[in-house]
Structures are given as C-alpha cells and as structure tokens.
C-alpha cells in the first residue's frame, strides 16, 4: 500500500503534485485556502479537508506548497503538528527554512525544506529532468525517500534545513545571469538584418561551450590559485570588455546597464592586481572574504 499524504496548496505547483501521488496510487488528502481550487482533484480521486488543520491531522507525511513562508505560517496556525511529518516545498530563502524547522520541531514535528527545480507541467514526468532539492531531518527524507520521488527526482543536500533554499536560489541567481546575457546579446542583434532564428542556436551553442568552465570554477575556488590554465586572462577580459564589449553595446544603441555591473568588478579585480586570473576572483569582491577560508 502506498503511503497516504496531506497537499496544503492546491495552486500551479500544488495540483501538479497532487495528481502525480494520485496517479501513483497514493491516497492523497488536499486542502486550499479558496476551497473551489480544490474542487477538481476531489473528482480525481482526493479527499478534501475543510480546514488545514483538519488536513494535517488526517495523515503524518504532510506536504506544504504555498505561496510563501508567510502562508505556509498562516495556514498551520492551529494545526496540531506534533508526531508529524512536515515537508515544505513552498519556495523560500534559507533563514526561512531555518526558522521554519525550528518552529516545526518545537511542536513535535520532523521537517525538512524543499526547493522545486522544475515547472508544473515537468512534474509526474519521468524523464523532464525534474528534481526536488531537500535538506534538514534526514530520517524524515529517508523513510518518506520513495514517496517524494514520485512527482520529481529528489537531491538530499544536507541536514541545515536552510540548504535547500540556499542550493534552490544559487541555481536561480546564476540563471538571471544568464538571461541578463541573453537579453543584452538580442537587444545587439535586434533590428540588424540577422534572422534571429539563425542567431538563437549561435547564442545557445556559445553559453552550452561556456558552462563547461563551472568545475574549473569551482576547482579554482577550492585551490585558491585563480591563475593556473587560464585561457583568457583577466587583463585581456576587461580591455575587450571595456574596449569592445561596451562600445559595441553604444554603437548599437544598446543600454550598458545590465553588462555595466560585471564590468566594472572585473575592472576593479585588474586594479587590485590580479590581470594574470581568470574571473573567478569576482567570487572574492562579491563576498569580500579572502579565497583560502
Ligand atoms: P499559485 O499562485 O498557483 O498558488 C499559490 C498557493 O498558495 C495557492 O494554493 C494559494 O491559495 C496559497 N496561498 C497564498 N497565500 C496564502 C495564505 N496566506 N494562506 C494560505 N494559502 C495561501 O503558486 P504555485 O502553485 O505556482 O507555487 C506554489 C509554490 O511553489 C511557491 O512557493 C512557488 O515559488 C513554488 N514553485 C512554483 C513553480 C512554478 O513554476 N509554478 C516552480 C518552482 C517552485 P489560494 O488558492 O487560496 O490563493
């Protein structure tokens, strides 16, 4: 018999999960704020709960996915969590998760935090390359193991409950980098007789080629030696930055804004005198922490 569960949020990402575990044999016992949102998973097959705190003492493996920290406090008020299960996959920032664990394990419960790296329509998708990144009790995330396997792959990143978020928003953030860099590439080529259908597999070719620098970043970071292999020194980066890169962006009537930022940590990286690295030294400027702690 499948391990049944509780689903607080029924919106985008809540719904998703719902109908996978329900696919999966799972019974399944959802609660919504706005109770119609939850109307069409109970013709397939969920129990409806009137209240959250009647959600929650209806099974031990309770599932949050709400809007925000805020909500999930707000929903679970009068819950009687103790003896619980608490599994939160609602998006927040690693004190949240943090301060969120204590909270749930001063009433009785176990918990651990989640960060979703997928979209609805991913989920109950073998194969879409979904995945669930968890951390905090690791004898919740073990016995619970199979079960949270079924709407996405799952990643145990550690026992601080806030290494979810941390390891969620990390992937996130170096994704805004990369559509900075989409948006200012495209604003450049925009309005030039270039078939942007024939630019696009160019742009994504060249960032697939440049993401493979990540383990050498990362390698670098462990060292502490920026300098070793380095292919295009900092020195040649930032002439061809400022020289290239950000006339280009005037000749074309580009915005500097969202190359600017960068530019000018390279540039103060070169003035402290690291022209022979490669940009991993950003890192240092934008923690201001030397590289060997
Ligand atoms: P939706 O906006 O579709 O749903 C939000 C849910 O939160 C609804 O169930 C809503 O209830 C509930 N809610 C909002 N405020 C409160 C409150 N004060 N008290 C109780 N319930 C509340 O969002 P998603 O389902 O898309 O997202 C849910 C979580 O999943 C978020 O944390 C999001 O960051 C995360 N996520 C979403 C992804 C996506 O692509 N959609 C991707 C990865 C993570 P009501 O119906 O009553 O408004």
């Known amino acids: 018999p499948r391990t049944p569960l509780t689903l607080l949020g029924t919106g985008a990402m809540g719904t998703a999960l719902a109908r996978a575990w329900l696919a999966a044999g799972h019974p399944v016992t959802v609660w919504n704020r706005t109770a119609a949102r939850a109307e069409a998973l109970a013709a397939e097959g969920a129990a409806v709960a009137a209240t959250a705190a009647e959600a929650v003492a209806a099974n031990r493996l309770v599932v949050a996915c709400l809007l925000d920290d805020a909500s999930l406090g707000e929903a679970l008020e009068d819950a009687g969590l103790s003896g619980r299960d608490l599994v939160n996959l609602t998006t927040g920032t690693p004190a949240e998760g943090r301060t969120r664990a204590a909270w749930a394990e001063a009433r009785g419960a176990r918990f651990v935090d989640a960060g979703i790296m997928a979209v609805p329509p991913m989920i109950g998708q073998p194969g879409s390359g979904a995945y669930v990144f968890y951390s905090g009790s690791s004898e919740l995330f073990e016995e619970h193991r199979d079960t949270l396997a079924v709407p996405a792959d799952t990643r145990f990143v550690g026992t601080d409950p806030g290494f979810a978020a941390l390891h969620d928003v990390a992937l996130l953030s170096g994704m805004y980098g990369m ?82 930022p960068v530019m000018r940590l390279m540039r103060r990286r070169l003035d402290d005198g690291h022209g022979d690295e490669d940009t991993t030294g950003l890192v240092d400027l934008l923690t201001a922490r030397p590289a060997t702690t």
């Not at 930032?238 to 005037?250: I, K, N, P, S, Y």
């Open 179 to 260: 559509f900075a860099g989409i948006s200012h590439a495209f604003a450049l080529v925009r309005g030039e007789d270039i078939p942007l259908n024939e630019f696009a597999p160019l742009l994504e070719g060249w960032l697939h080629a440049m993401a493979a620098s990540v383990p050498q970043t990362a390698e670098r970071l462990s060292t502490g030696d920026y300098t070793t292999g380095v292919v295009s020194n900092l020195a040649m980066q930032v002439q061809a930055g400022q020289r290239t890169l950000l006339r280009t962006a005037d000749e074309q009537g580009v915005s500097r804004e969202l190359l600017e």
